[in-house]
């Protein structure tokens, strides 16, 4: 039978001859109330805390599994990040070098383009020293011819010059 601070408060005994002394059995009564009445609040006031407790370890339980889930799933980003981080980098890295073998292409053809020209180049000033020469050459001659002829005009002025007068 489970009994309440008031159940027990409220008990009546009979009284017989010689039996216990009813202010004693009416006090000890009353403490005894007192300390179910007490045992039961501070019980529940345990069942509330026990209460509150265990909705505390609930919400703990669901902020860490939360959390769990938090750092699976930004663990799982990472990992998707630096997959595609990497192949990025590998792209970039394959465009670089065909970039480079493009540029190493084009001057290679370039160089090539640059041997072909000075080699054009080469064989025009050969080409124009040849002329040149034969200018010069030919400007030579001419500067003979033409001192070779006035020296003769020379001599036939001076011959010409001592013929009158040597007759005389």
Known sequence: MDWTPSDIAHQRFRTRWRGLDPQQVEAFVQELSARIAQLESQNLELKREFGCSEKALQEARERDKTIKDVLYNAHRVTE????????????????????????????????????????????????????????????????????????????????????PNFRS
């Open 80 to 163: 998707q990040i630096k997959a595609n981080a990497q192949k990025e980098a590998d792209l970039v890295l394959a465009e670089a070098e065909l970039k480079a073998e493009k540029l190493l292409q084009s001057a290679h053809q370039r160089l090539a383009q640059m041997h072909d020209e000075i080699m054009e180049l080469k064989r025009l000033r050969t080409q124009l020293e040849t002329k040149l020469r034969s200018t010069i050459e030919t400007y030579r001659q001419l500067l003979d011819m033409e001192q070779d002829e006035e020296q003769e005009s020379d001599l036939d002025s001076k011959v010409k010059f001592l013929q």
